[in-house]
Each structure stands twice: as C-alpha cells, then as structure tokens.
C-alpha cells in the first residue's frame, strides 16, 4: 500500500532526479524551446520539498494536491500550470484515503493525464509530456519499473515528432530530430516512482 | 443608497510587466474621457524577469474585483495555461472571474471600452472576442 510518505518520497526522488538533469533539460529545451525547463522545474521541486517538509500533509491524495499548488505557484513557466494540474487532479482523484493501492494511483494518474491534455489542449503525438505519460499510465497497473520504461520509451519516441503545441511548435519541421524537453522530465517524474517504491 | 452598477474589472497577463502595463495605458487611453473599468497589469515575474505569476496574477484580480466579475485577457504559453488552471482547480481567483478567448491588444481595448461603458461580463467577453473578426487585409 501506497501512503502519504510514499507520495513525499516520490516528490522528494523526483526533486532529486530534476537536480541531477536540470542542465540536460535546459540543453533539449535549448533546441526548440526557451532554455527555462530545467531552470524551472528545479525551482518548483526545490519549493514542492520545502513544503512538503514543513507542512506534512497526512494522505497520500493532500501531498499530491498541495504539491501541484506549489508548482503552480512557482514555476512561472507553462511546465508550472502543467505539472501543477497532472499532481493536484492525481491528488483530488485519490480522496481521502490514508492509504491506496498501486492500481488507485494510476488511475487517479490517468485523470490527471487527462486534465493535462484538455487544459494544453494536446494529444497522443504532439511532442508533449502526454507522449510519456500515457504510456505509463497504462503500464503503471502492471509495476512501477514497467511505467518507468514505458516512460523512457515515450520520451525517446518523441524526437522524431513534430511539435503541435507550445513554443517549440513555431519551430514546425525544425522541430523534428530532437527529444521533448516536457516528456523528458515527465520521464523523471516516472522513474522516481521506482526509487519511492525501493 | 446605491451609486451605479459596479463596473467589471480587467485583468491584463503578459509574459512581460511591460507589454502588460503598456496595453493597459492603451486601453485606459482609448476608452475616451469619463471613469474608465478598473484594470491592473500581471506582467512578468515578481522579479521582473519574463513569465508567468500565479502571485501577481491573484493580486490584480482581487484589485480590480468590483463585484461585477473579472475579464482576464492573457498572451500566450503560460499565461494562458495558468490561468486555466487556477480557474479550473482551484478557488484563488475571485468568484466571477472569466479568461476571455481574445486577441492580447486589441481584445484588451474593447473589454476595457465596453467595460467602461458599464457593460457586464457577458458583453465584455463578447466585445473582446469579436476583435477576432476584423481581419486587417
């Protein structure tokens, strides 16, 4: 069973991943975006563990929640209102429960994947944090290291896409070839599911 | 006792404070002599670089809040995904308070116009969202 320090070490294992690709991110958001997305998310991170240290939130659905608020309120870029919305509507679908099983967190995930994708308005193929977020919501019923890998291979699948959405999507052909900066980090988000579990 | 209607308020979010507090100025300017709608800029960071705040974003609505509802007219990217996301998850914004499918400049104009001319926040959105349809070429 999954609980609220789980959620704080996967909140905790995720600052810590964006840390250590802050200067990866910046470099793939170099190339056909506006070179912020390490800078930015490793200022929400930083502020979502500072919060979560102070505040101590006692279910696994309030960390969730009130980490989305924080990134809403400190990132300052589209990742904020983003990561924001995926974290806090995960944390709203979980309720109140003290405790919840794998199966219940990826299906609070996948309606948090979903308010992502209606808020920037984007799909499946678009080049956006969607393209690894799906995939391991599906593969998230199965084990942590399979949404993991799936992520992985949902970030990698999107160099050769061409962006639809945002910034990088002014960029139209010039855009294909390189890895999403957006799905690069959500891959991360992924991956520190696995190191929250261990 | 009761004065006139209260006017609806204009919150104007731009990537940078001085797009933002510039197309005020404009806006302000061309709504012509009398008391013009309260409006407040969110531009930029608190720091004054370029982006997004939820902090000054919630600040300027809650600064123009008459009562009447709020048009908040934004430029793109971030702007426009933080303001959905804080009027679709959350309680921050004043209650009333409506994002407006408009051009930045030229919908700013004629919410802040008809605004001040006492229309409500249906007939603002519809001024602003109908600067769309005039095609310059």
């Not at chain 2, 009562?67 to 971030?78: N, P, Q, T």
């Not at chain 2, 209650?95 to 004629?110: C, I, N, W, Y």
């Not at chain 2, 008809?114 to 310059?136: F, M, Q």
């Amino acid at each position: 069973m999954l609980d609220a320090a789980f959620m704080r070490r996967w909140m905790t294992a995720t600052a810590a991943a964006v840390d250590r690709e802050a200067a990866r991110l910046t470099d793939l958001d170099s190339a056909i975006g506006d070179a912020d997305h390490g800078a930015n998310l490793q200022r929400g991170f930083t502020a979502v563990t500072a919060l979560l240290d102070k505040e101590a939130p006692a279910t696994p659905g309030a960390v969730l929640a009130l980490a989305g608020r924080q990134l809403i309120s400190t990132v300052g870029g589209a990742s904020g209102p983003l990561y924001g919305t995926l974290l806090r509507r995960t944390g709203k679908s979980l309720g109140e429960a003290a405790e919840v099983t794998r199966e219940q967190l990826a299906e609070a995930l996948g309606a948090g994947v979903a308010a992502v994708a209606q808020l920037g308005g984007a799909a499946a193929g678009d080049k956006t944090m969607l393209d690894a977020l799906l995939p391991a919501v599906e593969a998230l019923g199965e084990s942590f290291a399979a949404a993991a890998e799936a992520a992985d291979a949902g970030a990698l699948a999107t160099v050769p896409m061409l962006a639809r959405k945002g910034r990088a999507s002014y960029l139209g052909e010039r855009s294909v070839g390189h890895q999403d900066p957006g799905a690069t980090s959500s891959a991360l988000l992924i991956g520190a599911l696995v190191e929250a579990a261990a | 006792m009761s004065g006139p209607d209260p006017l609806v308020g204009v919150v104007l979010v731009s990537h940078s404070a001085a797009v933002a507090a510039s197309v005020a100025e404009l806006a302000e300017g061309l709504a012509g002599g009398g008391p013009t709608a309260p409006v407040a800029p969110a531009g930029g960071l608190p720091d004054g670089g370029l982006g997004t705040s939820e902090e000054l974003i919630v600040r300027a609505a809650e600064s123009v809040d008459r009562g009447a509802g709020i048009a908040v007219l934004v430029d793109l990217g971030s702007a426009v995904l933080t303001v959905k996301a804080l009027l679709a998850e959350g309680d921050e914004l004043p209650p009333g308070t409506r994002l407006l499918d408009a051009p930045f400049v030229e919908g700013a104009v004629a919410a802040v116009v008809s605004a001040s001319a006492g229309a409500d926040l249906d007939a603002v959105e519809a001024a602003a969202t109908e600067a769309y349809d005039y095609r310059k070429v």
